[in-house]
């Protein structure tokens, strides 16, 4: 069965410094992923996707995403956080699992707090 | 556009009671799905309906949930016994279709606490 794996649980960065969180997902054909965000007392939003192409794929915010086949993974990416940016980041992967066309297999979660 | 309303934003009942969720998807979205996020965990897809159809309900512990979308818009889910472990955060999410590049669109979840 699909799965999807996060590393990080909690990450707590102060302003300005670069994020990474780790995401690995495993299943063997075409795959659609994602980095979905919460933001406290907010419901889940999409922050980018990869469907093809183009492996580094751009969200909103300054946020990005690099595709990479050969080790499953769809790492996230800032250059320089915010306080803004505290949440939690979900990274999912939708394999039209079962005949469910749309059907997201979400990861743990990684609650990031950025200190001012 | 207005997003998806869900209600309650909170409940707590006691065990083998029975409790009931709403979800009102975003106007003519067709796809409504209904996720169960455990704390730690992260959200897990329980139904899935295509306008009033159900697609995929291979998650849903059918012997104490159920759930219905019978006009093809609102939908509710429901929970009868509830037992301790059904504590979580149901979350409601509506897209346009069901196809991979229709995104999801969620609502704020109703969190369950089952005593």
């Known amino acids: 069965a699909q799965s999807v794996s996060q590393h990080n649980h909690h990450v707590i960065l102060s302003e300005a410094a670069s994020l990474e969180l780790g995401c690995n997902y495993s299943y063997g054909g075409t795959v659609n992923l994602f980095w979905y965000v919460q933001y406290p007392g907010q419901h889940l939003q999409l922050l980018l996707k990869y469907f093809s192409g183009d492996p580094l794929v751009k969200g909103i915010k300054g946020f990005e995403a690099e595709f990479i086949k050969s080790k499953f993974s769809f790492n996230l990416r800032k250059p320089s956080v915010q306080w803004s940016d505290t949440a939690e980041y979900f990274c999912?992967?939708?394999?039209?699992?079962?005949?469910?066309?749309?059907?997201?297999?979400f990861g743990t979660g990684t609650l990031l707090a950025v200190q001012p | 556009e207005a997003g998806v309303a869900q209600s309650p934003r909170y409940k707590i009942i006691e065990k083998r009671q029975s409790v009931a969720f709403w979800c009102n998807p975003i106007?003519?979205?067709?796809?409504l799905y209904w996720y169960q996020q455990i704390l730690g965990q992260g959200p897990k897809l329980l139904i899935q309906f295509q306008n009033n159809g159900v697609v995929d309900d291979s998650q849903l512990p059918k012997d104490r949930f159920s759930a219905e979308r019978l006009k093809g818009v609102d939908s509710t889910l429901k929970i009868q016994p509830a037992k301790l472990e059904d504590s979580a955060v149901y979350l409601c999410?509506?897209?346009?279709?069901?196809?991979?590049?229709?995104?999801?669109?969620f609502g704020n979840g109703t969190r369950l606490t089952v005593t």
């Open positions: 106007s003519g979205h067709a796809t």
């Open positions: 999912a992967v939708n394999a039209g699992y079962g005949g469910a066309t749309n059907k997201l297999i």
């Open positions: 999410a509506s897209s346009e279709d069901g196809t991979n590049n229709s995104p999801l669109h």
